[in-house]
C-alpha cells in the first residue's frame, strides 16, 4: 500500500512526516500518487512545498521518468523536471533538452534548458550555445558565452571578439557590458594565440571595468601569458600600455616575466618615470634573488618614488650584499644617501633598517628619520623591530618614538594597488596633517566606508584590481555622505581621453604621476581647506 494513501484526510504534522519520509528513501513506487499532489495542491504552502522536496527526491533517483516528464504539458512540472536533469546531470535528457531549446520561443524556459544542459555538460549542446550568442537576452546570451568559455570553442572567438570590440567604440565604451566582460573571460579560457593575442591588446580598453577584467583574466592564466605580455614591453610600445602589462607580470610573479622586466631595465626601453616605476614595482612583486641587482640599479633612478618602491621589493629580499651596496650608497653622501635613507622608512622596510641599524652614523642617521615622521603606523613597524633588536641603545630609540593619537585631525582615504604607493601617500598625507587610511582596491576602500569611515578627502587610482577607481566613485556618489567629499584620481599623463569618463562618475580632480609630495599637498589644497 502506498504511504500516500488517503493522505488529504491526515493531520498536518502526519503529513509533514510522509513527504519527509519518501524524499529521504526515494522511492519510485509513490511517484504516481506525488504527481497527482503535484498537479492538485492541498493550497497549504508548508505541505505543498514538502510534495516538491518529496517530488524532487523521488525523480533524483529516477532518471528514466525525470526525462519522460520533460514532455508534460504542466508548465510546472515541466520546469521542475528540467531543473533536476540538470542538478543530477541526466545526459539521456539532452535530446529532449535540445528540442525543446529549438522549438521555444519563450525567453524563460530557454534560459532554464540551457542552465540544465550547461550543468550536464559536454559538447553535445554547444550549436546551441553558438547560435544564441546574438539573443536579444542578456542573460541568455551570458550563458552561451560562459559555455563556450568552458568547452573552449575556437569557433566562436571571432563572435567573442565582436563583444569587447562593439563595447570600446564612441558611445558604448563608458559602461562595462556583462557580454563583454564574460567574453574577455571566455577568450581566456579558449587560450589559443589567437585568443590570448585579443585579449593582451585590450590591456587598455578604453572602459576601465574592461580593462581591469582583462587584468584578472590574463593574472589568473599565470605564466602561459607571460609570452603575450611580453610583446608589449617594448621600446615602439605606448606607455600606458606597458604600464598595464608590467603590472601584469609583476601580479603573476613568474621568473620568464622577471626576465622580460630586467630585460626592459638593461636595455632601458623607456625614460617615462612612470613606466619606470611599474617596472622596478612588478619586480618587487616578483620577489626573487636573480632581481636583486636590477632592483639596487634602480636606486641611482632620481626619482623618489621608484626609489620607494624599490625599497619595499629588496625589503624581503635583504642579504649581506645587498646590505653593503646601500651603505655604499648611503656613504657617498649629497641627496642620493638621504633619498635612500627616507624610502627606508617611507616603506617600512624594517628588515633593511635592522641590517644598517648597528651601522654608525647610518643607523643614527636612519633612526632621526624614524623619529621625524608623523605617521603612528611607521613608528609602530619600527618600534616592534627595535623590540626585536633589542638592548640598551634600541631601547633608549623606542623611548624617542612618541605613541600617537590616531583617531583626531582630518581623515583622508588612498587608494592604490601598489605597496610603495600607499607607503607615499602615508608619508604625504600624515606630512600634510591627515590621518590615513589605505586600501589596496576600490573594494577595500568601500569597505571602510560601510563600516562607518569618514573622509575629508579621497584620493584614489584609475586602474587597480578586484574594483577599479571609477567604479569606487561611482559607488561613493550614491552613498549617504559622500556625495561631495572631494576625490581626487591618479593617472598617467596618456590617460587624459578617461577623465571625461571619470568626471560623470564623480571624480573632482586629476593629479598626474609622477607627482612631488608638494604638488598632492596643493591640490589637496585646492578643495579642503
Known amino acids: 500500500m502506498s504511504m500516500l494513501t488517503g493522505f488529504r484526510e491526515k493531520s498536518f504534522l502526519d503529513k509533514i512526516s510522509i513527504l519527509n519520509e519518501i524524499a529521504m528513501g526515494k522511492d519510485a513506487a509513490e511517484l504516481e500518487e506525488l504527481l497527482e499532489l503535484f498537479r492538485t495542491p492541498l493550497d497549504d504552502t508548508s505541505v505543498d512545498y514538502m510534495v516538491v522536496t518529496a517530488l524532487n527526491g523521488v525523480l533524483s533517483a529516477d532518471e528514466a521518468s525525470s526525462v519522460k516528464l520533460l514532455e508534460s504539458e504542466d508548465e510546472k512540472l515541466k520546469i521542475l523536471c528540467i531543473r533536476i536533469c540538470g542538478e543530477f546531470r541526466f545526459k539521456s535528457a539532452v535530446p529532449a533538452l535540445l528540442k525543446m531549446a529549438d522549438e521555444t520561443s519563450e525567453t524563460d524556459l530557454l534560459f532554464e534548458v540551457l542552465t540544465s544542459l550547461s550543468k550536464i555538460g559536454g559538447s553535445e549542446a554547444l550549436a546551441l550555445y553558438r547560435a544564441n550568442l546574438n539573443n536579444k537576452d542578456d542573460l541568455v546570451v551570458v550563458m552561451c558565452i560562459e559555455m563556450i568559455g568552458e568547452l573552449k570553442d575556437e569557433d566562436s572567438i571571432d563572435a567573442l571578439k565582436e563583444f569587447v570590440i562593439r563595447n570600446n567604440a564612441d558611445g558604448h565604451y563608458e559602461v562595462c557590458d556583462l557580454t563583454t566582460w564574460k567574453a574577455v573571460e571566455a577568450l581566456?579560457?579558449?587560450?589559443?594565440?589567437?585568443?590570448?593575442?585579443?585579449?593582451?591588446?585590450?590591456?587598455?580598453?578604453?572602459?576601465?571595468?574592461?580593462?581591469?577584467?582583462?587584468?584578472?583574466?590574463?593574472?589568473?592564466?599565470?605564466?602561459?601569458?607571460?609570452?603575450?605580455?611580453?610583446?608589449?614591453?617594448?621600446?615602439?610600445?605606448?606607455?600606458?600600455?606597458?604600464?598595464?602589462?608590467?603590472?601584469?607580470?609583476?601580479?603573476?610573479?613568474?621568473?620568464?616575466?622577471?626576465?622580460?622586466?630586467?630585460?626592459?631595465?638593461?636595455?632601458?626601453?623607456?625614460?617615462?618615470?612612470?613606466?619606470?616605476?611599474?617596472?622596478?614595482?612588478?619586480?618587487?612583486?616578483?620577489?626573487?634573488?636573480?632581481?636583486?641587482?636590477?632592483?639596487?640599479?634602480?636606486?641611482?633612478?632620481?626619482?623618489?618614488?621608484?626609489?620607494?618602491?624599490?625599497?619595499?621589493?629588496?625589503?624581503?629580499?635583504?642579504?649581506?650584499?645587498?646590505?653593503?651596496?646601500?651603505?655604499?650608497?648611503?656613504?657617498?653622501?649629497?641627496?642620493?644617501?638621504?633619498?635612500?635613507?627616507?624610502?627606508?622608512?617611507?616603506?617600512?622596510?624594517?628588515?633593511?633598517?635592522?641590517?644598517?641599524?648597528?651601522?654608525?652614523?647610518?643607523?643614527?642617521?636612519?633612526?632621526?628619520?624614524?623619529?621625524?615622521?608623523?605617521?603612528?603606523?611607521?613608528?609602530?613597524?619600527?618600534?616592534?623591530?627595535?623590540?626585536?633588536?633589542?638592548?640598551?641603545?634600541?631601547?633608549?630609540?623606542?623611548?624617542?618614538?612618541?605613541?600617537?593619537?590616531?583617531?583626531?585631525?582630518?581623515?583622508?582615504?588612498?587608494?592604490?594597488?601598489?605597496?610603495?604607493?600607499?607607503?607615499?601617500?602615508?608619508?604625504?598625507l600624515t606630512g600634510a596633517g591627515y590621518e590615513p587610511t589605505v586600501a589596496e582596491n576600490g573594494q577595500d576602500a568601500y569597505t571602510h566606508v560601510e563600516n562607518g569611515a569618514v573622509f575629508d578627502v579621497i584620493i584614489t587610482d584609475m586602474n587597480m584590481p578586484v574594483m577599479d577607481g571609477m567604479e569606487l566613485v561611482s559607488k561613493l556618489r550614491q552613498t549617504d555622505g559622500f556625495q561631495s567629499v572631494p576625490v581626487i584620481m591618479v593617472t598617467t599623463e596618456s590617460e587624459y581621453s578617461q577623465q571625461d569618463l571619470a568626471r560623470k562618475t564623480g571624480v573632482n580632480d586629476f593629479i598626474t604621476k609622477p607627482f612631488t609630495a608638494d604638488q598632492l599637498k596643493g591640490k589637496i589644497a585646492e578643495y579642503v581647506k
Open 188 to 428: 581566456s579560457a579558449i587560450g589559443s594565440e589567437d585568443a590570448l593575442q585579443f585579449v593582451v591588446d585590450n590591456l587598455h580598453h578604453r572602459n576601465p571595468t574592461v580593462r581591469r577584467v582583462v587584468t584578472d583574466s590574463l593574472t589568473s592564466l599565470g605564466p602561459v601569458a607571460v609570452p603575450f605580455l611580453k610583446k608589449i614591453i617594448t621600446p615602439e610600445a605606448e606607455k600606458d600600455d606597458m604600464i598595464l602589462a608590467a603590472n601584469v607580470l609583476g601580479f603573476i610573479g613568474d621568473k620568464d616575466g622577471l626576465d622580460v622586466l630586467m630585460d626592459a631595465v638593461e636595455k632601458g626601453y623607456s625614460d617615462d618615470s612612470s613606466v619606470r616605476y611599474a617596472i622596478y614595482e612588478a619586480m618587487g612583486r616578483i620577489g626573487t634573488m636573480k632581481g636583486v641587482i636590477s632592483l639596487i640599479d634602480g636606486l641611482e633612478d632620481g626619482d623618489e618614488l621608484i626609489t620607494v618602491a624599490v625599497m619595499t621589493g629588496l625589503d624581503s629580499l635583504v642579504n649581506a650584499g645587498v646590505l653593503k651596496k646601500l651603505i655604499e650608497m648611503i656613504n657617498s653622501g649629497g641627496s642620493k644617501g638621504g633619498k635612500i635613507l627616507r624610502a627606508i622608512v617611507t616603506a617600512r622596510a624594517v628588515n633593511i633598517f635592522a641590517g644598517l641599524y648597528g651601522e654608525g652614523k647610518i643607523g643614527r642617521f636612519l633612526m632621526n628619520a624614524v623619529a621625524a615622521s608623523k605617521d603612528h603606523v611607521v613608528h609602530d613597524a619600527f618600534r616592534d623591530k627595535l623590540r626585536e633588536i633589542g638592548g640598551e641603545e634600541a631601547e633608549a630609540d623606542i623611548a624617542r618614538l612618541p605613541v600617537m593619537d590616531s583617531g583626531t585631525g582630518r581623515r583622508a582615504l588612498a587608494v592604490d594597488d601598489s605597496k610603495s604607493m600607499l607607503a607615499l601617500y602615508r608619508s604625504i
